[in-house]
Nanobody, 125 residues
Framework: QVQLVESGGGLVQAGGSLRLSCVAS????????MGWFRQAPGAEREFVAAISRSGGSTYYADSVKGRFTISRDNAKNTVYLQMNSLKPEDTAVYYCAADRRGAVPNATPLGYDDWGQGTQVTVSS
């Protein structure tokens, strides 16, 4: 099992930026595709971005493409989500997840095995 801890959330005005971090412990994440998801109040958890084991391939939801960037530093056992040009509709709790079974990143929450506790992102208009 991998323990994941997210940080970096907060309150920001529309158009602003935030950088989320997800630090893993318990195992090296270098063998696992990693993903970011988010969940707004009353909504289902939705895919935001995913990254391959090496970091060479990234995938994004259409709603964040061109604004968000996922990256990873396997030496630091950390995954990042750089969020630019934030919009009020980006407001949600953001979760980091590890896929210990898959070989390639996927966009389905059920495809991930370990989750962090989440970090709140609030974008004011």
């Amino acid at each position: 099992q991998v323990q994941l801890v997210e940080s970096g959330g907060g309150l920001v005005q529309a158009g602003g930026s935030l950088r989320l971090s997800c630090v893993a412990s318990g195992r090296s994440i270098s063998d696992y595709p990693m993903g970011w998801f988010r969940q707004a109040p009353g909504a289902e958890r939705e895919f935001v971005a995913a990254i391959s084991r090496s970091g060479g391939s990234t995938y994004y939801a259409d709603s964040v493409k061109g604004r968000f960037t996922i990256s990873r530093d396997n030496a630091k056992n950390t995954v990042y989500l750089q969020m630019n040009s934030l919009k009020p509709e980006d407001t949600a709790v953001y979760y980091c997840a590890a896929d210990r079974r898959g070989a390639v990143p996927n966009a389905t929450p059920l495809g991930y095995d370990d989750w962090g506790q989440g970090t709140q992102v609030t974008v004011s208009s």
